[in-house]
């Protein structure tokens, strides 16, 4: 008996149907240079939609500064927002001009929220800061080998949390984070 491949379904009698993949539409929301607060909690946070299902795929984190230095990271699930700090609203864009506007809501804070109810921790590690002249290798998260971070609902929220690091002397953070929803 051959052996399912991708685009495919297996029968019981043996033979494989090709199915067509489902290309759900694909959004991101990328800034280069942002100046975090200088103990960095919540920086970016990813709401999830009412009507659709949020799947975060891809994210690159990286930054630099004036002496070189590394801040910890977290991603946290949250089923609350944060309060307070100072925030704006970016849009998110989409990567095919026929998608719809995305339903996920960006925020990016440059002075500390009242961070919301942490659910748990997905994932935590170190961005390395070099100067400008020898900027660190970015992080690169990728979850396209499984289900994805999923965002249903509202109520769930992913943030990009430095963890109340000291940001290195004049630090910025460069920063992408790929989605689809469906």
Known sequence: MPFPTA???????????????????TYSYQVLGATP????????????SATKLVRIRRIYLGGFATAAGSV??????????????????????????????????????TANPTVGTAVATIQSGRINMGVAAAI?????????????????????YLALTLNGSTIPTAGVLDAAFYWTEE
């Open 7 to 25: 685009g495919s379904v297996s029968l019981a009698t043996g033979e494989n149907i090709f199915t067509a993949m489902s290309l759900a539409p």
């Open 37 to 48: 607060a200088a103990t960095a909690t919540d920086v970016i946070v990813l709401q999830g």
């Open 72 to 109: 910890t990271f977290s991603l946290i699930r949250r089923s609350t927002a944060g309060s307070g700090g100072t925030s704006t609203a970016p849009t998110p864009v989409k990567l095919a001009t026929s998608s719809p506007a995305a339903s996920a809501a960006v925020r990016l804070f």
């Open 136 to 156: 660190g290798a970015p992080v690169l998260l990728d979850f396209y080998e499984t289900s994805g971070i999923i965002l249903s609902g509202t109520s769930d």
